[in-house]
């Protein structure tokens, strides 16, 4: 297992003890830990936890570098626009944290790739108001 790895499953570990919707750590002190540099931190940060994985990460300069890291609830965290290999990441991590059955994310990774979205002036735009959609959807209180 790499650096990145350990890394990794340290934070994640961290997140499922934390209590507040912030985990909040401190980039220089978590390089110490693991004997690396600040800057291989933000790189996990920045390819792990990134909001095409699930997460929102809120980023502070100064004082060793706090990162507040969340894992995404809905459609929110998502912007105006998302390319085709952002939305199957997004629904990947939908499939791998059990919101959505193999089956609803094939027929989502269906309607939100280039193909299905040729005739669309804007198909980044439009994946990303289609996907927001059915987050919220997914999000919803029974009706």
């Known amino acids: 297992m790499g650096i990145s790895d350990k890394i990794e499953a340290f934070i994640l570990e961290l997140m499922?003890?934390?209590?507040?919707?912030?985990l909040k750590i401190q980039r220089n002190e978590l390089?110490?830990?693991?004997?690396?540099?600040?800057?291989?931190?933000?790189?996990v940060i920045s390819t792990r936890f990134s909001p095409e994985r699930g997460y929102v990460v809120i980023s502070r300069r100064g004082g060793g570098g706090c990162v507040m890291?969340?894992?995404a609830d809905s459609g929110?965290?998502?912007?105006?626009?998302?390319s085709e290999r952002?939305?199957?990441?997004v629904v990947k991590n939908l499939y791998t944290s059990s919101k959505i059955t193999l089956r609803e994310a094939?027929?989502?990774?269906?309607?939100?790739?280039?193909?299905s979205l040729f005739d669309t002036e804007n198909k980044d735009?439009?994946?990303?108001?289609?996907?927001?959609?059915?987050?919220?959807?997914?999000?919803?209180?029974?009706?």
């Not at 110490?32 to 790189?43: A, D, K, L």
């Not at 952002?86 to 990441?89: D, G, P, R, T």
């Not at 094939?106 to 193909?115: E, Y």
């Open 16 to 22: 499922k003890q934390e209590e507040d919707e912030y």
């Open 31 to 43: 390089a110490e830990v693991f004997g690396c540099v600040p800057s291989q931190i933000n790189y």
């Open 69 to 71: 890291i969340r894992r």
């Open 76 to 82: 929110t965290d998502i912007g105006s626009e998302m």
């Open 86 to 89: 952002e939305a199957n990441s």
């Open 106 to 115: 094939k027929i989502m990774q269906s309607a939100l790739s280039d193909a």
């Open 125 to 143: 735009k439009t994946r990303a108001g289609i996907l927001k959609n059915i987050l919220k959807f997914i999000y919803e209180e029974e009706l």
